[in-house]
């Protein structure tokens, strides 16, 4: 007997159920407070998450200027995950040098097991075996499973939390240690740089809940999203106000940071991520080969290449931007000028 087994939800990748996790009777439903300043007087640890892009930039130094005026900087923590190669270069030593501008701690987390290419590739294998043994169960020939796509996508966004989530949640852990025992759960105040006018799904968020899967006996975890309300205009005044160096990717036309290729992209920037990484985006079609299915819904990285090929035959290679091109399209050339000397200055600072 032979049939087509075909998975399209995210799949649990063992046959065992999984047991509802009990949340703590002291975590709250609702958070008690939402205004900014209340929230911040009230944590013992604010943690900024930082992709190193604008929009958690802007969130940082946002975030920092308020702690600052309330006299509790030193409560901050910046916190990026490092992904590896699939992100853009300097991305890490960017997040790190707006922390040291910023005056505050800064620390790296790093997910074990392989970046988002190996473990695409793992996650392949371990739908497929459990694939063919659901088949092999139900008497059906397992050669013919069709595999559920290894890929993350908006559905099963596990890329975020295999690889930012959950070693983020760990550096939590090590933080409520450093705060010995306070007679009451910590409070983490987490910041995060997502904005309403990215996305529908985005917009749906609130700006303050208590993250209550994060949040235990030991810790009460409120996410905050400071800038949720923001435009873009918002965020890059922000960026100029602050002085913070940006990544030159958003120079050079791209409208998001974090991976080259994310999943969630527009064409229009894994496009331009092809141009600008021809290799990465090659190992990236290897992948989709190993584990037979597209790198994004309805877009596969062999047409993105065959599109970025495409558009260097015509155009040529690309050509590096002026520094501040993209800032200059929100702010204009005086205001870019300024802060371009403003991050020099800053640069001239560190090597003194
Ligand atoms: S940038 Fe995109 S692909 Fe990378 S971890 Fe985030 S959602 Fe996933």
């Known amino acids: 007997m032979s049939a087509q087994l075909t998975l399209f939800a995210e799949p649990a990748l063992t046959s065992e ?43 940082a130094s946002h975030v920092c200027r308020l702690a600052a005026k309330l006299g509790i900087l030193r409560r901050v923590v910046i916190v990026h995950a490092d992904l590896g190669d699939v992100e853009w270069g300097g991305t890490r030593k960017l997040a790190e040098e707006q922390a040291r501008r910023l005056g505050v701690r800064f620390e790296v987390v790093k997910a074990e097991g392989g970046d988002l290419l190996a473990r695409t590739v793992a996650r392949f294998f371990k739908l497929k075996a459990k694939a063919e043994r659901e088949a092999a169960e139900q008497g059906l020939d397992p050669t013919t499973v069709k595999v559920a796509p290894a890929w993350p996508s908006s559905a099963a ?74 435009s873009d205009i918002e965020v890059w005044k922000e960026i100029a106000r602050s002085g913070l160096p940006y990544h030159e990717a958003y120079d050079w036309g791209m409208s998001r940071l974090s991976c080259s290729f994310c999943v969630l992209g527009c064409e229009a920037d894994v496009v331009l991520a092809a141009r600008l990484r021809p290799k990465k985006a090659v190992e990236y079609v290897a992948v989709e080969k190993k584990v ?61």
């Open 157 to 230: 966004r596990w890329c975020t939390s295999d690889l930012k989530r959950g070693p983020i949640r760990k550096l939590m852990t090590a933080l409520v240690a450093e705060l010995g025992d306070l007679g009451r759960p910590a409070r983490i105040l987490n910041c995060m740089g997502q904005r309403a006018a990215e996305s529908a799904p985005r917009a749906k968020l609130a700006a303050v809940e208590i993250d209550r899967p994060a949040s235990n006996g030991k810790r009460h975890i409120t996410t905050w999203r400071p800038i949720h309300g923001w």
């Open 17 to 59: 159920p999984k047991r509802a996790r009990r949340i703590h009777h002291s975590v709250p439903e609702v958070p008690s407070t939402t205004v900014p300043t209340a929230l911040l007087r009230a944590a013992d640890w604010i943690l900024l998450n930082s992709s190193g892009g604008k929009d958690s930039q802007a969130m």
């Open 292 to 352: 037979g299915a597209d790198f994004k819904h309805g877009l596969s990285m062999r047409q993105i290449v065959q599109r970025a090929r495409a558009l260097d035959a015509e155009h040529g290679e690309l050509r590096r931007p002026p520094r501040g091109t993209a800032l200059s399209g929100y702010v204009g050339k005086k205001a870019t000028r300024k802060y371009l000397a403003r991050v020099e200055r800053g640069r001239l600072a560190l090597a003194a």
